[in-house]
T-cell receptor, first 113, second 114 residues
Framework: GNSVTQMEGPVTLSEEAFLTINCTYTATGYPSLFWYVQYPGEGLQLLLKATKADDKGSNKGFEATYRKETTSFHLEKGSVQVSDSAVYFCALRQIQGAQKLVFGQGTRLTINP | DSGVTQTPKHLITATGQRVTLRCSPRSGDLSVYWYQQSLDQGLQFLIQYYNGEERAKGNILERFSAQQFPDLHSELNLSSLELGDSALYFC?????????????FGEGSRLTVL
């Protein structure tokens, strides 16, 4: 079945550090790929998405590129801020059936000043 | 604000009891999804409705049931509650964009079973 694997957390960085959160997926066909963010005490918000191979999603300084050859969608940011502290979820939306979102396990990110 | 409304935000109840969680999707969205978020299981898909009809089932227990009403709001019913049902329950809705569209999530209902 379809699945998403994220790098395990928690991840702790200093402000202005470079961030990478790895995400790989297994799916039939060509799913859409998403990164969602969950700030403390809140629901999930879409951070960025890519709907086909080689697409790059970007938002708030975060980027991720849909790599079909490596089945990956790694999240990157060049200079993180304390306000980026949150839990990040990689997800795919399958093209068949219910088209539900399948999530990775989430990566908790803490940025220290 | 995602436009998805969930009530109640917090709920504390005892084992064996029954609760109902309510979700109002974004205006115009026909699909509603329910997810359970627990510490050890991550985000698990429970069930999806589309325009009043059940579309897909995930890891939903037989003690749990859901429905979507003609006005498109949805309810998730949890019965014979156990300690392990304590979790954050999210509702999400989506529009007609199909697989390329995002799901919009509510803020969740936190259920504590004592």
């Amino acid at each position: 079945g379809n699945s998403v694997t994220q790098m395990e957390g928690p991840v702790t960085l200093s402000e202005e550090a470079f961030l990478t959160i790895n995400c790989t997926y297994t799916a039939t066909g060509y799913p859409s790929l998403f990164w969602y963010v969950q700030y403390p005490g809140e629901g999930l918000q879409l951070l960025l998405k890519a709907t086909k191979a080689d697409d790059k999603g970007s938002n708030k300084g975060f980027e991720a590129t849909y790599r079909k050859e490596t089945t990956s969608f790694h999240l990157e940011k060049g200079s993180v801020q304390v306000s980026d502290s949150a839990v990040y979820f990689c997800a795919l939306r399958q093209i068949q059936g219910a088209q539900k979102l399948v999530f990775g396990q989430g990566t908790r990110l803490t940025i220290n000043p | 604000d995602s436009g998805v409304t969930q009530t109640p935000k917090h709920l504390i109840t005892a084992t064996g009891q029954r609760v109902t969680l309510r979700c109002s999707p974004r205006s115009g969205d026909l699909s509603v999804y329910w997810y359970q978020q627990s510490l050890d299981q991550g985000l698990q898909f429970l069930i999806q409705y589309y325009n009043g009809e059940e579309r897909a089932k995930g890891n939903i227990l037989e003690r749990f049931s859901a429905q979507q009403f003609p006005d498109l709001h949805s309810e998730l019913n949890l019965s014979s509650l156990e300690l392990g049902d304590s979790a954050l329950y999210f509702c999400a809705s989506s529009g007609p964009s199909g697989r390329t569209g995002e799901l919009f999530f509510g803020e969740g209902s936190r259920l504590t079973v004592l």
